[in-house]
């Protein structure tokens, strides 16, 4: 299903998070061989309130019937399609120190519909442990993301280069960058940042367990 | 510092996140010798505006002299000593699959003062690549947390099993948990649970960047 970049901009960043969960709660309905889940039922499985549910599906639709719920396989259709996510999507891993190297292993992308297709680093050849994918110098990654149509990368960088490498992925075209750095990059409109910061989820724990 | 949890309940998740940004932008400033900084470029710096920065500041108390801005080494010790993040915190790792032993060996938890002592599996024999800490199996979990006064866990096992897990986590005791599985993870109101799904954050990033 195409859709307007119009219309993506109007859907909430948190909206799509939740149609991600939800597409992952509704395959697990289906697998335990379920046809149809009430409002209350997929919103409790999500960890949302219903009106929450339902106030993100209507921004596609209308789905559901009253008394009967929603059909299990054509909402997670429909999620499907609206994500995307059918198909495999190349992506590059950019920095392959300890965290990207260890990313790359772990396998757990490809069963989500991403593929790590190369990755890149500043010195190539400097001892790491095995990596799964070639591992190019940094020069190579715009004629690579160009011939090979990527558009999204995972930037396992030190923060002190972090921003000037970002904006070598921005010069090359990349359009979605999964940010493993500490630091706030500062990217073009038209670029998508989204940042995964593991010291500071960490952190965050740390500080509401901390006794009185 | 000593906060009681009754403070610590009433200050925002995503301010706690901020402060975290707030810090590590704080100790880049002092790397680079400055003394002070104004509210707008440490704002600026760390991706928020101005006026998010001082209300988040403001829950802990004044800070910041008009005309001069914010001392920069007596803030980054106020915001150390909130987060309480002085001390190597001793984490476990529970699931030593492939993502759970790639973030052992990644090394980066350290440095943020955070310390991984421990992991624990089902199968701690199962061949695996090298993990640089010690895999005990599920049944030693409640006693080793009770003695080593273990908080915190990194929870890194199969969406299927992962609420199943969790409760063992809850029932020895474990008050946080960053959580890498793609569920929800229903907790008691005393644990606090963080969400990494790299899986789901790629995915949000392809919707945004879709063609037309």
Excluded at 10 to 21: A, E, H
Excluded at 38 to 50: D, I, M
Excluded at 73 to 89: F, P, W
Excluded at 184 to 191: G, K, L, N, S, T
Aim: aromatic share 8%; glycine share 8%; charged share 20%.
């Amino acid at each position: 299903m195409k859709r307007t970049t119009r219309t993506r901009a109007r859907i909430p960043r948190k909206t799509v998070y939740r149609l991600s969960i939800y597409f992952r709660c509704l395959n697990r309905l289906q697998n335990n061989g379920l046809q149809t889940v009430s409002s209350e039922a997929l919103a409790r499985a999500a960890g949302v309130k219903p009106t929450q549910l339902r106030k993100d599906l209507a921004h596609f639709g209308q789905f559901g019937t009253r008394g009967l719920g929603y059909d299990v396989a054509q909402l997670s259709k429909m999620i499907s399609d609206v994500l995307g996510n059918q198909t495999l999507q190349p992506v590059v891993l950019v920095g392959a120190g300890n965290l990207g190297t260890a990313l790359v292993s772990y396998g757990g992308f490809a069963r989500e519909g991403f593929e790590i297709v190369a990755a890149f680093d500043v010195d190539p050849t400097r001892p790491r442990g095995r990596c799964p994918v070639p591992i190019h110098p940094m020069e190579r990654l715009a004629d690579f993301v160009r011939d090979r149509s990527v558009k999204m990368a995972i930037l396992c960088v030190p923060a002190a280069v972090a921003q000037e490498v970002a904006n070598q992925l921005f010069a090359a075209g990349l359009t979605g960058v999964l940010n493993f750095a500490p630091i706030v990059i500062h990217a073009p409109e038209d670029v998508i940042v989204n940042n995964v910061n593991l010291a500071i989820e960490l952190e965050n724990l740390s500080y509401f367990i901390q006794d009185e």
